[in-house]
């Protein structure tokens, strides 16, 4: 995977970026990235300190559903408007009203940024089915374990 550092301290502005990652790094445990990432961002200087990213990133992961375990296709299309900062400001910063990420502006990562936004949009939960599908599939099954059914049938 090949790493695409910006300077941001220098350079003019705004800096469009359309690019196509196959995967990228700390993405794993969500699943497997299927086609590829696609990233259509511009990043605007605001202040001196703080830029502003905004854009779209488009991704479909395969991941398993946690309520039957099958393969599942989950498709994210992230409108994406979040401030940047450098590293140093991180534990000065007062929570404002809009999101920030902070990173080091002279070797700022895109990679690192389009992971973090990915991976904070990622359903915490991944089904494909409903519970009630799912256990009504459960009491057709033929092959169901019914440890008291010899009970229930002495007692009749």
Known sequence: MKHT??????????????KKFKDLNG?????????????????EKFSKVLFL????ISVTFEA???TCFK????KLSLETDVGIK????????????????????????????????????FPSIVTCCTLESNEKLEG????KIRPFQKIRDLIK
Not at 5 to 15: A, Q, R, Y
Not at 53 to 56: I, L
Not at 71 to 74: E, G, H, Q, R, Y
Not at 140 to 143: F, G, H, T, Y
């Open 86 to 121: 450098d590293i140093k400001y991180e534990n000065v910063d007062q929570k404002g009203p809009s999101e920030i990420h902070y990173q080091d502006l002279e070797n700022f990562n895109i990679n690192d940024l389009v992971s973090e936004e990915i991976y904070l949009n």
């Open 140 to 143: 057709k099954s033929p092959n």
């Open 53 to 56: 990213a905004k854009g779209n």
């Open 64 to 66: 398993d559903c946690q």
């Open 71 to 74: 393969k599942t296709l989950i």
């Open 5 to 18: 550092f910006l300077n941001l301290n220098e350079g003019s502005f705004p800096i469009k970026l359309d």
């Open 27 to 43: 993405l794993e445990e969500l699943g497997q990235v299927k086609d590829h990432i696609i990233v259509k961002l511009i990043i």
